[in-house]
């Protein structure tokens, strides 16, 4: 019979081996297990609590749907409420479109993550209405998101491009959720809501031109490509008397995975500007086109 010191030293000896031998395939791929998470191209979700058939939706899916099709990449936008100091999810405006709150939102993303143990998901929120960030620090904890939550281990100074963790390190030690805000982040009040502009540029958006032909740095104003990440916004609008909607008839070209304006098509351009591929491109309506297929075909999987 095996005495219980013996037992308890096996079982930790097994769980000290675990992250090791834990995952085959990480975010649906054994080939992204080894890669540094600033060497994967993953498409996302732009705006993407905006669900509907409204002409200012963005989606289709929702969030569990879009994390369901494969999309590791979720991005929304936050607004003060009209009435209180709770963080909606409003689209321009809190009387335009309100999705609910952020800490609902987050916590379907707890709950997706929750229940896919071999997955990272990436979050951006823009802080539309300057909120301190220590609010949006206490809604991740109210969500339960701050556990999976990634700190840098050169928190708070920025985490040099190379010198993030696999996918298979974030999910060993269990940080699957890293998280970005583009305005107001400050790693010395929450460590893991990450600054988007130290780490990113972005190429313009609101693009109108179906080709997708500019990859040129938009945000941070005249930043260098050197040493950040970079997010292509590759979602379509149309100007309808002047106001931007969402492109709903073109996304299935402009998601496809090869042809004029498509994933292909823009990362191939912006692969010959920078020497290498974008680690993000954000879509609007996820469901159309062949996304994760052009994702796979970027990484070469
Ligand atoms: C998301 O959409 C699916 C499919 O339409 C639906 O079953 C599910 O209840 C929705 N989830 C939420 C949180 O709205
Ligand atoms: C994993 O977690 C340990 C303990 O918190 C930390 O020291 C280490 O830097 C983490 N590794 C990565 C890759 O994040
Ligand atoms: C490309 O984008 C950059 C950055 O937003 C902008 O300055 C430039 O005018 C754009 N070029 C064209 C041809 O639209
Ligand atoms: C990852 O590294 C390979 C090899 O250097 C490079 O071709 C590719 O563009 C990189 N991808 C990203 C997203 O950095």
């Known amino acids: 019979m095996l005495s219980s010191s013996i037992l308890t030293g096996l079982v ?38 905006f669900v509907g058939l409204l002409l200012s939706d963005n989606q289709n899916l929702n969030v569990t749907g879009q994390l369901d099709l494969g999309v590791r990449f979720l991005q929304g936008q936050t607004h003060k409420s009209l009435v209180d100091d ?50 949006f620090g206490d809604v991740f904890t109210s969500a339960g998101l701050k556990d999976y939550a990634f700190v840098p ?77 970079y997010i292509v916004n590759h979602f379509l609008d149309v100007d309808i008397l002047g106001i931007l909607i969402p492109d709903r008839e073109r996304a299935p070209e402009t998601n496809a995975v090869s042809g004029s304006g498509s994933i292909g098509a823009q990362s191939d351009l912006c692969e010959s500007m920078y020497g290498r591929l974008p680690n993000f491109l954000l879509l609007d309506f996820v469901d159309q086109g062949e996304p994760i297929a052009a994702q796979s075909a970027l990484n070469g999987v």
Not at 106 to 129: G, I, M, Q, R, Y
Request: aromatic letters at 8%; a negative charge.
């Open 12 to 49: 930790l000896g097994m769980a000290s081996i675990m992250p090791a031998i834990a995952q085959s395939a990480c975010n649906g791929q054994s080939a992204y297990c080894d890669r540094k998470y600033s060497n994967v191209t993953q498409v996302g979700a732009h705006d993407s609590p």
């Open 86 to 135: 709770t963080i909606l999810l409003c689209h321009t405006s809190c009387l335009l479109e309100d999705a609910g709150t952020l800490e609902s939102y987050l916590a379907t993303v707890k709950t997706w993550l929750d229940s896919n143990p071999d997955e990272v998901v990436t979050l951006l929120l823009t802080n539309d209405d300057s909120l301190p960030v220590a609010q």
């Open 153 to 229: 281990s050169s928190s708070p100074s920025t985490l040099a491009i190379d010198a993030w963790p696999t996918l298979r390190e974030l999910i060993g030690n269990g940080t699957r959720l890293v998280a970005f805000l583009d305005y107001g982040a400050d790693a010395s009040t929450v460590p893991y809501i990450l600054d988007e502009f130290a780490y990113f540029f972005e190429t313009p958006y609101d693009v109108t031109d179906a080709t997708f032909s500019n990859c040129s740095i938009d945000r941070p104003a005249g930043a260098s490509a050197t040493g950040r990440m």
